[in-house]
């Protein structure tokens, strides 16, 4: 008796995951009807960022407080230079890399690294003057600091015919 419930209830269980589909892999079947050709399906492609999309700033986050640096990022209203000055920090003894990337408004991208071993050093951009440029400051710390996004900014805040 007890052998006959534990065939059935195995048998029971085999039907509930057959029916639930489990069992079946094949999860995309396609019914062809005769004569009929399969079209492949078309492949996925990663999506290029576009001009707008470069001009979003992202998330920023500081190291603890123990280990934060400053840059400075200041553009020229008139000529459009954007200037981004190291300032140095707390934590400036532990930085193994600072890189600037600035995103012009007209869809270009230049990347420089910020040399961090003065006060002062500084890197600059040949900006847009009469649009809002993107500039993205990432710091590097050494050991297990880690790296992190320090600013990511359109500059200016607002244009000169918007301070009125």
């Known amino acids: 008796m007890r ?21 079946d892999t094949d999860s995309t079947k396609v019914e062809q009807t005769p004569g009929a050709t399969a079209t492949p399906a078309p ?5 290029q960022p576009t001009e707008a999309s ?25 000529y459009g230079d954007v200037t981004a000055t190291f300032r140095g920090g707390l934590g400036q003894n532990f930085v193994s890399d ?3 990337d600035f995103y012009n408004a007209n869809g270009g991208h230049e990347s420089k690294k910020l040399d961090f071993s003065k006060i002062g050093n500084n890197v600059e951009f040949k900006g847009n003057k009469d ?3 993107r500039v993205k400051v990432t710091v590097v710390y050494a050991g297990s600091i880690g790296t992190y996004v320090i600013f990511d ?12």
């Open 98 to 100: 600072i890189t600037v």
């Open 153 to 164: 900014e359109l500059i200016p805040e607002k244009l000169p015919q918007q301070l009125s």
């Open 43 to 47: 492949t996925a492609f990663t999506e």
């Open 3 to 23: 052998k006959l419930f534990l065939v059935s209830l195995v048998i029971l269980a085999g039907a509930l995951l057959f029916t639930a589909g489990c069992l």
């Open 131 to 133: 649009k809002r440029d």
């Open 54 to 78: 470069l001009l979003v700033p992202g998330p920023t986050q500081q190291a603890p407080s123990r280990n934060q640096v400053d840059v400075q990022v200041d553009k020229d209203i008139v």
